[in-house]
């Protein structure tokens, strides 16, 4: 059960459609269900307004397929898995289909940014767009982790791919979109130089993220996470090296803010 849930749960018990022993038996799942191997988290939803996502890498297509199903069980309408591999995705899409409990929910695997996908995208309901910026080809993969990523948590997404510092004039191009967005999500690795040129045109918090994309020096990312850091531009923050997950998710976490009374 998500936050959405709980809400349309609570005022059907308020307009007498539901009973007070309806809700009882909604709520007395436990906190979570554990596996062994994995511990459920099935108040995440209520808690954060975001459900448990699925992390892929160091676990086995069985284990992946276990958490889903029991998520699944739980009342989630949808199960995003990142760090996903094209071969472990196909063995989790068997796995669910021969196990079944998830029968109601399609299986989606994303091979660019390695996302699985139980379920569809909820229709956005943020403030307004998220804009993912990347700097180059090579950076699309965490680009579209980010991009994803906020699709799934119900936003709407702007891509503007291949515009780095290297022709500038291909991100003016596009300066509507970024004066237009919420929040804006700069990806870009060699110097990282992306993230203060757009710190510099938009009104809107930025979220940079660091790729490891580059030659020696650049150090796995290391030069354009530090590069990010010591950003001029005021208003930009910085997730870690090849972090679109966690960009993507904070940009949904801006884009649903509310103002305070």
């Known amino acids: 059960m998500d936050q959405r849930d709980l809400h349309e749960l609570l005022e059907r018990v308020a307009a007498g459609t539901a009973s007070v022993d309806d809700a009882e038996r ?126 799934m948590l119900g936003n709407r997404v702007t891509r503007l791919y291949d515009v780095g510092v290297a022709g500038l004039h291909r991100l003016l191009a596009h300066a509507d979109e970024i004066a237009a967005a919420r929040v804006v999500v700069a990806v870009a690795g060699m110097e990282g130089a992306l993230a203060s040129v757009v710190g510099g045109l938009a009104s809107c918090p930025v979220i940079a993220v660091p790729t ?25 923050s910085v997730v870690n090296i090849d972090n679109g997950f966690g960009a993507g998710y904070q940009a949904h976490l801006i884009n649903h803010a509310k103002a305070s009374a």
């Open 212 to 236: 490891s994309v580059g030659y020696g020096a650049s150090f796995g990312g290391v030069a354009a996470l530090l590069a990010m850091l010591n950003s001029c531009a005021s208003g930009v």
């Open 26 to 151: 909604a709520l007395r799942i436990a906190p979570f269900t554990d596996l062994g191997y994995a511990k459920i988290d099935h108040h995440r939803g209520v808690r954060q307004g975001v459900p448990e996502v699925v992390y892929g890498e160091g676990k086995t297509a069985e284990q992946i397929a276990g958490v889903c199903r029991a998520l699944v069980e739980g009342g989630q309408q949808r199960v995003l898995i990142t760090r996903l591999e094209a071969r472990k995705a196909s063995e989790v899409r068997n796995d669910l289909a021969r196990e079944g409990g998830c029968d109601a929910l399609a299986f989606d695997y994303r091979e660019l940014p390695r996302l699985g996908i139980l379920g569809d995208p909820p229709e956005p309901d943020g403030n307004g767009s998220v804009v993912v910026a990347a700097a180059g080809t090579s950076d699309l993969p965490v680009a579209e982790e980010a991009a994803v990523t906020a699709e």
